[in-house]
């Protein structure tokens, strides 16, 4: 409050200062009228020239007309040169003369403007001083880290115990608690204490936790920064708060040094066009040189976490600097159960709350989406005016976490409701008798985010591979809608553009990732393209020929094709169930997987009853 009232008040004395510069200006010219020597001249000859008042320090003369009365400022150049000029006028009494001093105040007015504008620059670069820190003795601090220390003696401290699932990865960092607890039972038995541990894991999965609940542990002082805090536009800054970063941690040791987004920083040197020495690498040769220069006695472990450790470079992930590596993978069925009760703890859930039917529902949620969606479904319950939340503000907040809020509101033609009812109907048919595939859990028509309706289903288990077998059947489910379109409606349209694109990825990583062309054999071709480092690919090739990249479209295509008429043949046979179906979804808009198979049951009674 103080920092805004004072820039206030400075700003005040600006405006005023250009409010009397301007009046001073305007009232000069409005007063005086300069006039050139010559016109002067011209009108003393011709004895127009009433009043003549002469400064010889200005070398400037205030001249008054007959019949005026506004001062006219001519300069002259040689006053006692211009007196003896027109002596005889003067001694005639054709116009009075006038010799008068300059005073002090007159000075001071002639030099205003220039006083002025030098105190507006003054003031201006004390605000703009003052903004960037410097009026508090922070000018020169660009190059202080700006890493935040958490107190190892506050209250709400993160442990173990609040990060649920994670069981392998946090025996693994357990030890590490244990070694800043004690380090010297480790050191007596001749063990080198680990100088960092690398965090490795998807968006949400839970690292930042960790490292919180390391230091928590240990009752350790913890310095959390962002890789992208070290970087600035001024070269050297990045590499000065790396050492001022460890200076700090010296001095409190032992302690966690936790760097989040490390790939910010850490990223493969001359990897930039034409390898340049950048700042960023300028940056790295820093971070590199303090880890491996810690003294003896600096019990300083850094942590750090990132979801992209292909780039980072080498040199960080050798012995000595980063020890460990600790895989943070995306949680179980078992650990989003924990995850979901930990969340849960703060919220009134209703006791028929099964937490282990949605954490089967959630599979591919990160602690972070779990999280999420039991806040949005404590939003959603506050805003039906319930006192606890059921299972269907959670079932409703796993749909809006995962495809965005319904669109009840948007117009929609009958037309695109019947062509959204029979893509949707065709993706759950197809879908339906696949055998690997997983089982429809909802299917709905009313648009989703980006989506015009969309069809969700439930995993029947958790897997961490996906054979050939299961992706020829994930392309067929895609492509149920659009061939759907074509059977029923004889014409397409563009809402089936995400699922063929997603079918055609599918098709072309099994045959140039994983190798499952039985044509082309078990080779990789082409190099990944997640990351794209200039100066590397400009020489990069392509590792196979011109002929083997037709080889490898014919191949695409062969697998997409052969999807497409694998779903055309069950939609065919099962055409009365599609139109059930979609007849279904256009009377109610959405339906879920009881009403579905119910579709089916019926169809086994009549079947049995003829």
Do not use: W
Not at 52 to 70: G, L, Q, R
Not at 237 to 257: H, M, N, T, W
Not at 283 to 304: R, S
Not at 391 to 418: F, T
């Amino acid at each position: 409050m103080k920092k805004k009232s004072f820039l206030r008040s400075l700003m005040s004395y600006v405006v005023l200062i250009l409010i009397i510069v301007l009046s001073i200006q305007y009232m000069e010219q409005a007063t005086n009228k300069k006039i050139t020597y010559t016109e002067f001249m011209q009108k003393i000859t011709s004895k127009e020239v009433k009043s003549v008042e002469i400064t010889y320090e200005k070398n400037s003369a205030e001249v008054v007309y007959k019949n005026d009365t506004i001062k006219r400022i001519v300069d002259i150049p040689d006053s006692s040169a211009f007196i003896n000029s027109v002596e005889e006028q003067i001694k005639s009494g054709e116009f009075d003369l006038t010799i008068a001093e300059q005073s002090g105040f007159v000075v001071f007015l002639s030099i205003l403007p220039t006083l002025a504008t030098v105190a507006l620059l003054v003031i201006l670069l004390v605000v703009m001083l003052q903004q960037t820190g410097a009026g508090s003795n922070k000018a020169m601090n660009f190059g202080k880290n700006r890493a935040k220390l958490v107190n190892p003696n506050a209250e709400k401290k993160t442990l173990f115990g609040d990060v649920a699932g994670l069981k392998e990865e946090k025996e693994e960092l357990e030890e590490i608690v244990e070694i800043l607890k004690d380090p010297k039972r480790f050191k007596d038995m001749g063990a080198r204490v680990p100088k960092g541990v690398l965090l490795v894991g998807g968006p949400g999965t839970g690292k930042t936790l960790l490292a919180k609940a390391v230091a928590g542990e240990a009752k350790v002082p913890f310095f959390s920064i962002s890789g992208s805090d070290f970087l600035e536009m001024f070269v050297g800054v990045g590499a000065s708060r790396v050492r001022d970063l460890f200076e700090e941690a010296k001095k409190v040791s032992p302690c966690i040094v936790f760097i989040d987004e490390i790939d910010a920083v850490g990223r493969h040197r001359g990897a930039g066009l034409g390898g340049g020495h950048d700042e960023r690498e300028q940056t790295l040769n820093q971070l590199l040189v303090e880890m491996d220069g810690f003294g003896t006695k600096d019990e300083i472990i850094v942590i750090a976490a990132t979801n992209r450790p292909d780039i980072l470079d080498p040199a960080l992930l050798r012995p000595g600097r980063f020890d460990r590596q600790i895989v943070v993978h995306e949680p179980d069925i078992k650990a989003r159960q924990e995850i979901l009760e930990l969340h849960s703890r703060n919220k009134p859930m209703d006791k028929g709350i099964d937490f282990k039917v949605i954490a089967k529902n959630t599979s591919g949620f990160a602690g972070a989406d779990l999280e999420n969606m039991l806040n949005e479904s404590a939003l959603l319950a506050a805003r039906k005016n319930k006192k606890n939340i059921g299972m269907q503000e959670v079932e409703e907040a796993l749909v809006k976490v995962m495809l965005g809020p319904e669109k009840r509101s948007k117009v929609i033609s009958e037309k695109d409701k019947k062509l959204t009812a029979y893509h949707e109907a065709g993706h759950a048919i197809v879908s339906r008798f696949l055998k690997d595939h997983d089982s429809v859990h909802q299917i709905s028509i009313i648009p989703r985010g980006s989506t015009g309706g969309y069809t969700m289903y439930r995993p029947n288990e958790d897997k961490n591979y996906h054979s050939k077998h299961e992706m020829e059947e994930h392309i067929i489910s895609l492509l149920g809608g659009r061939v759907a379109e074509k059977l029923v409606l004889d014409d397409i349209s563009t809402g089936a553009s995400s699922d063929i694109e997603r079918a055609s990825k599918i098709a072309r990583a099994m045959v140039t990732k994983y190798g499952m062309s039985d044509k082309l054999g078990p080779i990789t071709f082409g190099a990944s393209q997640e990351e794209v480092f200039l100066g590397r690919d400009f020489n990069t090739q392509k590792n196979y020929s011109e002929k083997v990249a037709a080889e490898i479209d014919e191949e695409v295509k062969a697998i997409v094709v052969k999807g497409y008429e694998e779903a055309e043949r069950i939609l065919t046979e099962n055409m009365d169930k599609l139109h059930i179906t979609a007849e279904r979804l256009l009377e109610k808009e959405k339906i879920d997987s009881a009403e579905f198979d119910e579709i089916f049951e019926v169809k086994k009674e009549k079947n049995s009853k003829e």
